[in-house]
């Protein structure tokens, strides 16, 4: 998934020349006049993104710069190069199936705009500028400014998926583990159900398998220790009266009508089920115990104290 992308790969089994399906060049003397989004004023390059052929002038020097693949496709041993020496107009570059919005981003970040970066956008787009970006292997040079796009924040599961696959491209092992982690957290469906287009394109399948994993394990280590606390140390009586199983049988009736079953557990998110044991208070066994001679020994478990 990393590296030079396979239209680039393309380009080098062609033997030094550009195919038909590759990004092509020709000089700007467009008869109809068109905006010109100026992210470099001087710009010798034109790039002509996407189907509605948003136009974005830089400087090839940056691009070279931050892309390795721009870096070879400017170079004096390839076309685009070659073609740039002794212009005075700048040269247009067509990019037709590229996101015109997300090249846009990633043009102002390395051209040190600012100004013309978004400190936050919709995730859909932080996906788009990082599929781009790990297109054209400039993954490094947003490395900053994608930080800040990466939080996850209140967000849907379906928004935090798309974060988790942009955080995946951007090579952010920090945001990976910070989105992820809330969506093990607060999530109770199925992860494949937010599954998508973009997404599959970006991770594998095994981030799902482990996502499903790693929630299982957290809901089973909950389980555990929710059911630990019968055991709590301050409410046993090692003689027969009854009193440990009495308050036993009560914190265990307790789970069951507060959700907190093991086999209930798959149908809420760990969150909501730490919420609920938190609030859950000690029971009240509603048996009576036979006579002790230790009962002077007795106390009520404090199975809420264990928990916390």
């Known amino acids: 998934m990393w590296g030079v992308r396979a239209d680039f790969l393309n380009i080098l089994s062609a033997g030094h020349s550009s195919p038909s399906t590759s990004p092509s060049r020709r000089?700007?003397?467009?008869?109809?006049p068109s905006t010109v989004v100026k992210v470099a004023a001087d710009g010798d390059v034109i790039l002509v993104v996407g189907p509605e052929k948003t136009k974005l002038r830089v400087l090839s020097l940056f691009l070279k710069a931050a892309s390795k693949l721009f870096s070879a496709m400017f170079g004096p041993d390839w076309k685009e190069g070659q073609n740039m020496l002794d212009r005075d107009m700048p040269v247009e570059l067509l990019l037709p199936e590229d996101n015109a919005?997300?090249?846009k981003v990633i043009c102002a970040v390395i051209h040190h705009q600012n100004n013309k970066v978004p400190q936050t956008f919709d995730v859909g787009d932080v996906l788009g500028v990082a599929v781009t970006a790990?297109?054209?292997?400039?993954?490094?040079?947003?490395?900053?400014?994608s930080a800040n796009w990466l939080r996850p924040g209140k967000k849907e599961a379906g928004d935090l998926m798309?974060?988790?696959?942009?955080?995946y491209l951007f090579q952010n092992a920090q945001a990976f583990k910070e989105i992820t982690r809330e969506l093990i957290l607060n999530h109770d469906g199925p992860y494949l159900a937010l599954s998508c287009e973009e997404v599959e394109s970006a991770i594998t399948w095994r981030v799902f398998c482990l996502l499903e994993g790693q929630r299982s394990f957290a809901r089973l280590k909950l389980a555990e220790i929710l059911i630990a606390g019968?055991?709590?140390?301050?409410?046993?009586?090692?003689?027969?009266c009854g009193w440990t199983s009495k308050y036993a049988y009560a914190y265990l009736k307790m789970l069951e009508t507060r959700d907190l079953w093991p086999a209930r557990l798959l149908h809420i998110s760990i969150s909501k089920a730490i919420d609920l044991a938190e609030k859950m208070p000690d029971?009240?066994?509603?048996?009576?115990s036979i006579a002790c001679i230790y009962e002077y020994k007795h106390a009520a478990p404090e199975y809420r104290r264990g928990r916390h």
Do not use: Q, R, W
């Open 101 to 103: 919005d997300a090249l």
């Open 27 to 32: 000089p700007a003397t467009d008869d109809k």
């Open 230 to 240: 019968i055991n709590d140390g301050t409410g046993m009586c090692v003689h027969k």
């Open 283 to 288: 029971p009240i066994p509603e048996e009576s």
């Open 162 to 167: 798309l974060l988790t696959a942009a955080a």
């Open 134 to 145: 790990d297109k054209y292997d400039c993954v490094d040079a947003l490395k900053f400014a």
